[in-house]
Nanobody
Framework: QVQLVESGGGLVQPGGSLRLSCAAS????????MGWYRQAPGKERELVAT???????NYADSVKGRFTISRDNAKNTVYLAMNSLNPEDTAVYYC???????????????WGQGTQVTVSS
């Protein structure tokens, strides 16, 4: 019913920048919180940042001041601008959104397929 398509990952040198995008499509009536999570090899998936429909953002301490989350409600798209990247940011990044589908009665979480971010010289 709902598809999330991520883009923007890749290989970047330490200190570099990347911008991730995640577009939601399908039978969408409304979207609540949108966010990004990441999972490094051998580690659990962790929260990176979330943003409400009103634009209130929340960040993990490890990315505060370096990453910026934003969203375009008209396009059902969430972005993650990542600056000053370091090797510890290497992970698969997943988009997460809470969607009320057309005809539905509650918001349900959906996940993207993940996009690899590798920070290495």
């Amino acid at each position: 019913q709902v598809q999330l398509v991520e883009s923007g990952g890749g290989l970047v040198q330490p200190g570099g920048s990347l911008r991730l995008s995640c577009a939601a499509s399908g039978s969408i009536f409304s979207i609540d919180v949108m966010g990004w999570y990441r999972q490094a090899p051998g580690k659990e998936r962790e929260l990176v940042a979330t943003i409400t429909g009103g634009g209130n953002a929340n960040y993990a301490d490890s990315v505060k001041g370096r990453f910026t989350i934003s969203r375009d409600n008209a396009k059902n798209t969430v972005y993650l601008a990542m600056n000053s990247l370091n090797p510890e940011d290497t992970a698969v990044y997943y988009c997460n959104t809470y969607v009320l589908v057309t005809g539905g009665s509650s918001y349900v979480p959906y996940w993207g397929q993940g996009t690899q971010v590798t920070v290495s010289s």
